[in-house]
């Protein structure tokens, strides 16, 4: 046999951790009060329709998308708007939430098929499937939120050759796409079918990360039914979920620094967002819920659950059995890009694919110390940066030599912290770098369209 | 050997020579024709090249300077009035005084003000937690307390004080020159023009929340009530995103927003004590009590009490005024103690 | 409830660390140094274990004696890379040396070759070859009186009897007319000198021991193979060409990448993370200029052996290998004129 494919420039290997790989999905309870923030996505905030005292249905809009990059938000649950406020979500900042308190009896909104009949007939033209994907409000579900209808709308003159869909997970603890591989594979591949009509394109790959041979084995097996859906085992390395390191790794193509995946013919989707497509075509199902692994090295029950967003994060965690003892940092996400928590109280958003727990003795930064040069971080880096450099000239604000050096080629996937032996707060600062340079750029850009 | 000597004498200077005769010519050849009023003007500033001024260098202010006709935009921070005369005076022309401006931290979080819920680890750099949380305190708009201010300050006018984990300013080294308000990711310095006596009223709060979240977050923020914009006579008070800003230009330093201010979120700097009004419901002991704490209060933040009486009498009656709301920036921390009394009782 | 009083920690992705640290990397360096240590143990006996001794001590106690009390901040000593700085150091001298000239050595690495540059991290040149190169030049001859291997000297110390290195032999009767062939005769043969049965400083004498050491590191991922492989290709490569040229003047391939501190220097020295280059290309044009240097100096140069030298002249200009290095960026596009 021969190797198995990977992306090629650097990468790390984290210990994996998927305690909860092999736990089905159990649906949590609906929230007593869901807290559904306007910005969920990658954009502009959406324009709030509800006002306080509204009576609202399961999966009614609540929020319009504005502007071109944004998305709907629906109501997950049926109920009361309570008040429209500030609430903290996941990046520890304040913003603005609809409120909404549960009824007891759920009502859906017309037209919705909640049944969990398989539609495989797609009788819809590519502009009504990039319509209905746009009015569910579906955007990428691997974490990055962005919408996915815009993927959909290759720009004038650029035309996709490959659909391919990350079912990688290349994240520490996070199982919600294993899972949903093995249990709703037949949604998976009709999405992707739906995703294929919408870009029109002939051949759809599968990417799966080979941790995962129930799934690469199930999903091999089922896709023989669909015409031009192939499955691809990849060896594990982190962050091969990243989109442009999986086209790396699949197609053997590298997306040019600054361009989009479309630019070599691509177009990547998360396998959950590709069965929220699915939903979002074949029964009109808006994106009101998501799956969430709750894990930790220090957690009894690890497992995953279908939770209706908005949900706040207390409360599946009480239900999925509460904070252990001893916890010392609760994460949204994977441990490799997530975001701390500061409260429990912030909710479920679109992009929340994990709750993960970190003991006490965990949780800890190490402090650091000079740099060795060892050029660990340099090796690591899928995007071929110095990342020690990067460190050192953001912390001196010399952000023209971060610009020049390509500061924002980074994917921020973390694999330079991960490695650095003497733990330099590396991503920290290039972050910091990074969007100070993006700044300028647009800034820049702004200035050149008054002239 | 007198003749070794004499030839590396000789020799040497006669490399000097022809040297000198080459350098000569380079230089009249390479001359720059500069207007002479720049160097001149360069030797009377402050030489800190801070960049105050909005100028790279002095050097560059200077050339500025030379080409202005007038100088209404142009002041050097650093030197003030004085130096702008001679630049003047170098120049020919006059110069309208400006009123001396002082960087200002509008964030009156301390420790005791907020609780903090959480432990932020790594780089100590407040752009990096900016950019990663709204911070260790419910106040998402206040001081993170990680010095990027302490750090940027060339004239060492900033510090941070360990008691409050707050940066203050001393305002007799403070230049305005600007680099804290840049360095400060959340905008909370600025630059405050001084009344007469260095007097100074601002708000000392930037949260945005309304005031049931900013109030929980920070019993000394701004709600936003509007209390002093009512109070205010002389259009200097707006308000905004639950907010009051005074207008440093238009305020005349008259005090009546500060009275009614609920939270004690107005500061009011270098004033004397306000007259005495009798009260008769705290008990000596109390007032002694709060004398105490204010001293303490003295020694952690000196900017608020240069114009402090001497005597102790008047500040230990002021404390016994009896309402709430005229109890000033002084008072604040004997208000918080006798709160805190109360709450333990 | 419990929850409430939760204090949670903040920090920024990742929030997984792969738990390497420099103690683990030293002390790998440490442990792939065992081997040739052992070597000279048993070809200098009391010697060396006294000169390794010495040099270790002393190196630790500077790194500890000037971070306590001229930097004024924590010791790091137990990071081990002070331990690597003597190692290294005793390497690079005869097994002979008094002990004196140790600690002066030892000093000048730790204090002159790091501390200055504000320590681990910052130093410019390799520590150890700071202190040799300052050695070599203050006492010439004690650095250049080389015990020979085995027999009585295995419990003699400053007393040991000396001999010449094989280098020592090659310059020396170049310059007295003889031949190479006939000289050959006059040194151990290659099998003896792959052992480390040769006069030399007592570190670097078995090129097998180092080999071991050097392979397991590249193994551990903690040296990159680029280095040592571009010296040894380069020394190889340029010296069979003069050897070509004229066998008769120019010594054999073999001969100098078995002799003096080839090996050492290669899979050691010049493969410092301090002071080498960031990326592969990088690495590259430095060991190809060590290689180049080394060559150079031990045919044209005044001294028989170059090793040294050629690592802290390109330990100069790794500051410029590193800014015309850079990786390869991915998806780099190439725009025109750009």
Redesign the interface.
């Known amino acids: 046999m021969v190797a198995l494919k990977t992306f090629k420039k650097g990468g790390v290997h984290p210990a994996d951790n998927k305690f909860s790989a092999d736990k089905p999905f159990v649906k949590a309870p609906l929230p007593k009060m869901a807290i559904i923030h306007v910005t969920q996505h990658l954009g502009a905030p959406a324009k709030v329709l509800v006002k306080k005292g509204d009576k609202v249905k399961t999966g009614q809009l609540i929020a319009e998308a504005s502007g071109f990059i944004s998305a709907n938000i629906h109501s997950s649950v049926t109920g009361k708007v309570m008040k429209i406020d500030n609430a903290i979500d996941a990046s520890g900042y304040k913003k603005t939430a609809i409120f909404i308190r549960t009824d007891k009896e759920e009502v859906w909104e017309d037209g919705i098929d909640t049944s969990e009949d398989l539609v495989k007939d797609i009788p819809y033209s590519p502009q009504e499937i990039v319509e209905k994907v746009k009015k569910a409000g579906v955007v990428g579900m691997g974490g990055a939120t962005f919408p996915t209808n815009v993927k959909l709308t290759p720009p004038p003159g650029k035309k996709a050759e490959y659909l391919i869909i990350n079912g990688v997970e290349c994240e520490p603890y996070l199982t919600v796409d294993h899972r949903t591989m093995l249990e709703k594979g037949h949604e998976l591949m009709v999405g992707t079918k739906i995703l294929m009509k919408a870009l029109g394109v002939n051949q759809a790959i599968i990417g799966i990360e080979n941790n995962k041979p129930d799934a690469i084995e199930y999903l091999t097996k089922i896709s023989k039914e669909y015409e031009g859906i192939s499955i691809q085992p990849l060896k594990m390395k982190y962050p091969q979920g990243g989109e442009k390191q999986l086209i790396n790794a699949i197609l053997g193509r590298e997306v040019p620094s600054g361009g989009l995946p479309i630019d070599v013919g691509a177009v990547v989707q998360n396998v959950g967002t590709t069965v929220a497509v699915y939903k979002a075509v074949q029964k009109n199902m808006p994106l009101i819920e998501r799956t969430v692994t709750v894990s930790g090295t220090n957690f009894s029950n690890p497992s995953n659950y279908i939770v209706r967003i908005g949900t706040p994060i207390k409360d599946l965690v009480e239900f999925a059995g509460g904070v252990p003892e001893n916890t010392g940092k609760i994460i949204a996400g994977g441990p490799m890009t997530g975001k701390a928590l500061s409260s429990l109280d912030a909710p479920i958003q679109k992009g929340t694919s994990g709750v993960i727990f970190f003991p006490d003795e965990a949780a800890h930064r190490k402090p650091y110390q000079d740099c060795i040069r060892c050029a660990k971080c340099v090796s690591v880096c899928p995007s071929g940066l110095e990342p020690y450099l990067l460190m050192t000239v953001t912390e001196k604000q010399m952000y023209d030599v971060a610009r020049k050096n390509h500061i924002t080629d980074c994917i921020e996937c973390g694999s330079c912290s991960f490695i650095c032996p003497t733990y330099r707060p590396l991503l920290d600062y290039i972050r910091l770098g990074k969007k100070t340079v993006m700044d300028q750029i647009r800034a820049e850009r702004a200035q050149k369209q008054k002239k | 050997m007198s003749e070794v000597l004499l030839n590396s004498i000789l020799t040497l200077g006669a490399v000097a020579v022809v040297s000198a005769i080459i350098l000569y010519f380079v230089a009249q050849k390479f001359k720059v024709e500069e207007d002479p009023r720049i160097d001149d003007i360069e030797e009377a500033l402050p030489n800190a090249n801070c960049g105050g001024c909005g100028y790279p260098g002095c050097r560059a202010f200077a050339e500025a300077c030379a080409k202005a006709d007038n100088l209404d935009n142009l002041y050097c921070p650093v030197g003030g009035n004085d130096v702008m005369k001679k630049v003047a005076e170098i120049l020919g022309i006059e110069v309208k005084e400006q009123r001396r401006q002082v960087a200002v931290v509008r964030c009156a979080g301390s420790y005791d003000h907020r609780e903090h819920h959480n432990t932020y680890e790594g780089p100590e750099n407040c752009a990096v937690v900016h950019q990663l949380y709204g911070g260790e305190t419910d106040c998402h708009y206040g001081c993170l307390g990680l010095a990027d201010c302490v750090r940027a300050c060339n004239f060492d006018a900033l510090h941070m004080d360990e008691k409050t984990g707050l940066p203050v300013v001393d305002e007799d080294k403070c230049t305005a020159c600007g680099a804290c308000v840049e360095a400060c990711p959340r905008d909370i310095i600025e630059l405050r023009v001084l009344g007469k006596k260095d007097r100074k009223i601002f708000v000392s709060c930037v949260n945005e929340d309304p005031a049931g979240p900013a109030k929980k977050a920070c019993s000394v923020a701004c709600i936003g009530c509007g209390l002093c914009y009512d109070a205010c006579k002389f259009d200097a008070i707006t308000m905004y995103d639950n907010l009051a800003y005074i207008d440093d230009k238009k305020c005349v330093l008259c005090r009546a927003c500060v009275e009614v201010c609920p939270t004690g979120a107005i500061w009011e700097v270098n004033f004397p004590p306000r007259k005495p009004k009798p009260d008769k419901k705290k008990s000596a002991a109390t007032a002694k009590k709060a004398e105490e704490s204010k001293q303490q209060q003295i020694s952690s933040q000196p900017i608020n009490i240069s114009d402090l009486p001497k005597e102790e009498k008047p500040a230990e009656e002021k404390t016994e005024t009896k309402q709430p709301e005229s109890n000033r920036v002084e008072n604040k921390s004997e208000e918080n103690k006798n709160e805190n009394n109360e709450n333990n009782n | 409830m ?2 409430n009083k ?13 738990n ?3 103690k ?2 030293m002390y790998l360096v440490i442990l792939a140094l065992i081997p040739e240590l052992l070597v000279s143990f048993a070809y200098f006996g009391l010697g060396a274990l006294i000169v390794t001794l010495t040099s270790i001590a002393s190196a630790v106690f500077f790194e500890w004696f000037i971070q306590k009390f001229m930097m004024k901040k924590k010791p ?1 000593i137990s990071d081990g890379s002070a331990i690597i700085t003597g190692l290294l150091l005793a390497f690079n001298v005869p097994s002979n040396l008094p002990i004196w000239m140790v600690i002066v050595g030892a000093l000048v690495a730790i204090g002159i070759g790091k501390m200055t540059f ?5 130093n410019l040149f390799n520590p150890a070859l700071v202190g040799r190169v300052f050695l070599l030049i203050s006492f010439p001859v004690a650095m250049t009186s080389w015990p020979t291997p085995g027999g009585q000297n295995l419990t003699a110390y400053t007393d040991a009897v000396t001999g010449a290195t094989p280098l020592g032999v090659i310059k020396e009767g170049i310059k007295n007319g003889e031949t190479i062939p006939q000289l050959m005769d006059k040194i151990p043969d290659y099998w003896n000198m792959f052992l480390g049965h040769m006069g030399g400083s007592l570190g670097e004498i078995s090129a097998l021991a180092l080999l071991l050491g050097g392979l397991f590191l590249i193994w551990k991922k903690i040296i ?1 193979w680029q280095i040592p492989v571009s010296i040894i290709v380069t020394v190889a490569v340029f010296a069979g060409i003069l050897h070509a040229a004229d066998p008769n003047k120019y010594a054999d391939p073999l001969f100098h990448l078995l002799t003096g501190g080839l090996m050492l220097g290669s899979f050691f020295m010049a493969t410092d ?8 290309k990088g690495m590259t044009i430095f060991g190809i200029g060590i290689g180049i240097l080394v060559v150079t100096i031990r045919v044209w140069g005044a001294y028989p052996e170059g090793m040294s030298f050629a690592i802290l002249i390109m330990n100069a200009f790794v500051p410029l290998i590193n800014m015309y290095s ?8 190439k725009r025109n004129g750009k």
């Open positions: 419990k929850d939760l204090k949670l920690v903040i920090s920024h992705s990742p929030h997984v660390h792969a390497n640290s420099v683990k990397i790091t504000g320590g681990l991290g910052n990159n993370m301090v002071t080498s280059p960031m990326t592969p850079k990786p390869k960026l991915y998806g780099e596009v």
